[in-house]
C-alpha cells in the first residue's frame, strides 16, 4: 500500500462498510515505548491473515492501515484490535482510534 498520511478523525459506523481502516496505538508506559517496533510485529501477526496492511511505528505509537476487499466494518476491525490486545505480551498498548481511510485508495 505505501507510505500514508494520517487521517482526519472521521469515526466510520459500526456497521457501515468500508475498504481501509487505520488503527492507532499507544503507549504512555516508558519502558514499552522503545519496544514500538517488536510490538508491532506482534500485533500484525495477530490480526486476521486476510487483511492486508501497512504499518507505521513511531516511539510509543503504532499505526496499522488495514485494507480488505468486502465485509470489512469499523466494529470488526475494533473487536479483532481488542482480541489482539489481549495478548498479556500488549498489556501496555491501548487503541486509540479506529477510523476510516478509505480516501487513501481513491
Given at each position: 500500500?505505501?507510505?500514508?498520511?494520517?487521517?482526519?478523525?472521521?469515526?466510520?459506523?459500526?456497521?457501515?462498510?468500508?475498504?481501509?481502516?487505520?488503527?492507532?496505538?499507544?503507549?504512555?508506559?516508558?519502558?514499552?515505548?522503545?519496544?514500538?517496533p517488536i510490538t508491532a510485529a506482534r500485533l500484525l501477526s495477530l490480526l486476521p491473515a486476510t487483511w492486508q496492511s501497512d504499518l507505521r511505528v513511531a516511539v510509543g505509537e503504532i499505526a496499522i492501515l488495514v485494507a480488505h476487499t468486502?465485509?470489512?466494518?469499523?466494529?470488526?476491525?475494533?473487536?479483532?484490535?481488542?482480541?489482539?490486545?489481549?495478548?498479556?505480551?500488549?498489556w501496555a498498548w491501548q487503541l486509540v482510534e479506529c477510523r476510516d481511510a478509505t480516501y487513501l485508495l481513491q
Open positions: 500500500m505505501g507510505q500514508y498520511v494520517p487521517t482526519s478523525p472521521t469515526q466510520p459506523g459500526p456497521a457501515t462498510e468500508v475498504r481501509c481502516v487505520e488503527l492507532v496505538f499507544r503507549t504512555s508506559h516508558a519502558e514499552s515505548r522503545p519496544q514500538a468486502e465485509g470489512l466494518t469499523a466494529e470488526n476491525v475494533r473487536r479483532e484490535a481488542g482480541a489482539a490486545l489481549a495478548d498479556p505480551a500488549l
